[in-house]
Structure formats: structure tokens, C-alpha cells
């Protein structure tokens, strides 16, 4: 969630099992210079494991 400056590349909803690894990746294409954040949310349906959020910061400048 967060600025459209990033895209998440990949299925949304994706299932990983434990033990198991996958990638995502994100993508940060800003459109105007400024910062821009989101968040990237990680459910978690283990009992042992709670959900985590990551946040994506990105500073994008003007060219010269």
C-alpha cells in the first residue's frame, strides 16, 4: 500500500509454505521528484509467526 511510484511485480496473493523461500519484486518508477514510501504487508497464518510489514522508501530527484 502506499505511493504509486511503486509497483509490485508477480502475483499479489501468493502462498509460501514453510521452509520455502520465493522473491518478490518491487518496482519503483516515481513520476514527480520528491520521497515516497509504501508498504509492503506480509500475512502470516502461522501461530508462531505474525504478520510483518516492510517499509519501501525511495528518494527521486529532478535531472539535471
Known sequence: TGDDAF???GPRDM???GLETTFVRI???PTSAGE???VL???SNA????DKS???TGLAVDPP
Request: avoid cysteine; charge should be negative; charged fraction near 20%.
Open 47 to 50: 501461530e508462531n509467526a505474525p
Open 36 to 38: 515516497h514510501s509504501a
Open 54 to 56: 516492510v517499509n519501501i
Open 15 to 17: 502462498e509460501v509454505q
Open 41 to 43: 504487508r506480509l500475512v
Open 27 to 29: 518496482i519503483y518508477s
Open 7 to 9: 509497483t509490485l511485480e
